[in-house]
């Protein structure tokens, strides 16, 4: 049983293995009986190849093949032929020969390529979030904050500290913001509060005899919107 690889993990010293990997098509290029597909995952990408040797049948159902197209092939690691090796992907050295494909799920023309060079307007972005979030760059930042967040998390567990939860309903208390209500289902009339910051729950904790706590806190504040922040 062949282990299915990712796209961005290949090398020259898997030459000659026979490999599987799935993606969404993120370029396409047909060369007059011959084409290329850049597949993408998000470790990165693998050119994949689709020629007459690698089964005509594989080859016809490629050319029906177009961006965002969610496809698994199977074939062999090669060299990519002399001259074209491309030092700006980690797999630019080497390529698959396809000698199996099969359409995981199609797609229907995306009003945007996630693999663009120009991101476009932000309201687009927003109204097709889940292709936004196929773009590296915010794929990055997505890993960039779950490495700084776990960083922390292991630092403070080094010391000792405790990681906790605390409630995201409570009693309105006063601060430097406006709260953000939340309608009591049983209680007609009567609101919960958004907490500002956890900082009450804290004191708790402290007069409970919790010497080392921490918690990465989300604070709810009703304020006008600034740029790069969410309320």
Not at 222 to 231: F, T, V
Request: glycine fraction near 8%.
């Amino acid at each position: 049983m062949l282990r299915t690889h990712t796209c961005g993990e290949l090398r020259p010293e898997q030459i000659g293995q026979r490999v599987t990997l799935c993606g969404w098509v993120d370029t396409y290029r047909d060369q007059g009986g011959i084409l290329f597909v850049d597949l993408r995952d998000r470790y990165g990408k693998t050119q994949v190849v689709f020629a007459p040797e690698g089964g005509g049948e594989n080859l016809a159902a490629a050319k029906s093949l177009r961006a965002e197209y969610v496809i698994a092939v199977t074939g062999k690691v090669s060299p990519r032929p002399e001259g074209t090796d491309n030092p700006k992907l980690a797999t630019g050295q080497i390529e698959v020969r396809v000698e199996k494909l099969e359409v995981l799920n199609p797609s229907l023309t995306p009003p945007f390529q996630p693999g663009a060079k120009e991101a476009p307007g932000e309201n687009l972005r927003l109204k097709h979030r889940y292709l936004d979030l196929r773009r590296p760059e915010m794929q990055e930042t997505v890993l960039l904050r779950h490495r700084m967040i776990k960083l922390m998390r292991d630092y403070c567990d080094e010391l000792g500290f405790v990681d906790v939860e605390t409630p995201m309903l409570g009693r309105s208390t006063p601060e430097g913001a406006r709260d953000y209500l939340v309608p009591s289902r049983v209680q007609p009339g009567s609101f919960y509060a958004l907490p500002q910051s956890p900082q009450l729950y804290k004191q708790i904790l402290m007069i409970a005899g919790y010497d080392r706590y921490v918690q990465i806190a989300r604070c709810f504040r009703d304020e006008d919107l600034r740029a790069d922040r969410q309320p």
